[in-house]
């Protein structure tokens, strides 16, 4: 048996404990889990409803997920969604551990652990996406069209306002890192134990992403673009940093924004917005490549050489 030195995507392969069939079991075990969590989180949000609010509101709230669970002006609506997405954050660590594909760690980067100072490195990145696409969506583009995006009259009450922020600032981070390691983590490892080729970790996983999204065609495109470079970004630095912090920081900014208007669906896409997405994503993602050429970290499994390119893996059968 050989040494491994492989590429974000590659690390299960490098594993002594590799075996081909090894990820498969992992996402049956993650799926198990998830489903067993995510129920769990709900009955457990419903239970605490019914006794507080009765049967009307757990009826409401319940009917609320059904038409939209990403209303971001209906605080007990998200609440139930984002939290029972952020179980996939548990599920997912721990099929990973369970099958015998790496510690806890094993997803979050090419050092077996998040790079808290390399994350902190692209909030700045974060920081310029989502002023660029906030200020393009609102600021630029309706004067130009004559269209708002994602917006609506105010009709949420203030109070209702303050507990939607509460929500938004305290799970939208579970949520989006719990995505993150599934999509980005989890299934470019998995699909990286078997091919090589890193476009197939990026673009597979993307696919899945967007598709999950309950979302309108416009929609569906629109985080698929967001999916393609956080997927090429965690390859291109080793790790699920940068998408991270992209993906808290742009869900937490649009849910706010649009809390207080009642009856926008955030799975409302469109072309302008797309098209917004298509403008201001590459420039992340090069502000991003651009902070980590200064950082010093590695993209590749620590003892490889500094350009992470691939030698020799490990063949264990």
């Given at each position: ?157 203030p109070a209702t306002i303050v507990w ?83 993906h808290v920081l742009n869900n937490t ?27 201001c994503t590459p420039v992340w993602a ?32």
């Amino acid at each position: 048996m050989t040494t491994a030195s492989v590429e974000y995507h590659r690390l299960f392969r490098a594993l002594p404990t590799y075996r081909w069939w090894r990820p498969l079991l992992a996402a049956v075990i993650g799926a198990v889990l998830y489903w067993v969590l995510a129920n769990a989180v709900v009955l457990a949000i419903f239970a605490v409803l019914r006794a507080v609010g009765g049967q009307e509101l757990t009826s409401t709230v319940a009917q609320g997920v059904q038409d939209d669970p990403l209303d971001a002006s209906q605080p007990l609506v998200l609440l139930t969604t984002l939290a029972s997405i952020a179980t996939l954050l548990p599920a997912a660590l721990l099929a990973t551990k369970l099958a015998g594909l790496g510690r806890l760690g094993q997803l979050s980067s090419v050092t077996g652990r998040l790079r808290w100072r390399w994350m902190a490195r692209t909030l700045p990145a974060a920081l310029v996406l989502m002023t660029l696409t906030v200020g393009l969506s609102y600021l630029v583009l309706p004067p130009l069209t004559g269209q708002a995006i994602g917006t609506g009259p105010v009709t949420t009450p203030p109070a209702t306002i303050v507990w939607s922020a509460l929500v938004i600032l305290l799970l939208v981070p579970l949520q989006a890192s719990a995505e993150e390691f599934a999509f980005r983590g989890f299934a470019m490892q998995a699909l990286g134990s078997w091919i090589v080729w890193p476009a197939v970790a990026i673009v597979l996983p993307t696919a899945a992403f967007a598709l999950s999204h309950a979302y309108n065609p416009w929609g569906m495109l629109d985080v698929a673009v967001f999916g393609v470079a956080a997927a090429w970004l965690t390859w291109r630095t080793g790790g699920l940093e940068a998408a991270i912090v992209g993906h808290v920081l742009n869900n937490t900014v649009l849910f706010l924004l649009l809390a207080p208007f009642a009856g926008t669906e955030a799975s409302d896409g469109s072309p302008l917005g797309l098209a917004v997405t298509v403008v201001c994503t590459p420039v992340w993602a090069w502000l991003v490549t651009r902070a980590f050429h200064r950082s010093g970290e590695r993209r590749s499994s620590p003892d490889s050489p500094a350009d992470g390119t691939v030698h020799e893996e490990a063949q264990v059968g």
